[in-house]
């Protein structure tokens, strides 16, 4: 299973960018999926999660401004970044939560997936 992040960039504060990550491989079942960030010299945090119902979360300070979707047809995640500020820079991971079925033993795995990130950098 992989998955390829796209959609990154400079802009300036107050401009939108829409994140796509796109999973491809042998799947089952996509359960939950969702996107990180670390900026520099800071921890990986949670931004925002989708599972398979379509239920979203987000961190308090994107909340109103980021939306979270997902196309399960084409196994993708979106992230819709409006009114992005400096403290939004930082490199963007997809994740993704993965059933994968064994063909020789039909045995079911399942674990996360992280994309490769893509960087999102916004001046003031």
């Known amino acids: 299973v992989q998955l390829q992040a796209s959609g990154g960039g400079l802009v300036q504060a107050g401009g939108s960018l829409r994140l796509s990550c796109a999973a491809s491989?042998?799947?089952?079942?996509?359960?939950?999926m969702g996107w990180y960030r670390q900026a520099p010299g800071k921890q990986r945090e949670p931004v925002a999660a989708?599972?398979?119902?379509?239920?979203?979360n987000y961190i308090g300070s994107v909340k109103g401004r980021f939306t979270i979707s997902r196309d399960n047809a084409k196994n993708t995640v979106y992230l819709q970044m409006n009114s992005l500020k400096p403290e939004d820079t930082a490199v963007y991971y997809c994740?993704?939560?993965?059933?994968?079925?064994?063909?020789?033993?039909?045995?079911?795995?399942?674990?996360?997936?992280w994309g490769q990130g893509t960087q999102v950098t916004v001046s003031s």
């Open positions: 989708i599972n398979s119902g379509g239920s979203t």
């Open positions: 994740n993704a939560d993965v059933s994968t079925v064994a063909h020789a033993t039909s045995k079911v795995y399942r674990r996360d997936y």
């Open positions: 491989g042998s799947i089952a079942v996509i359960n939950g």
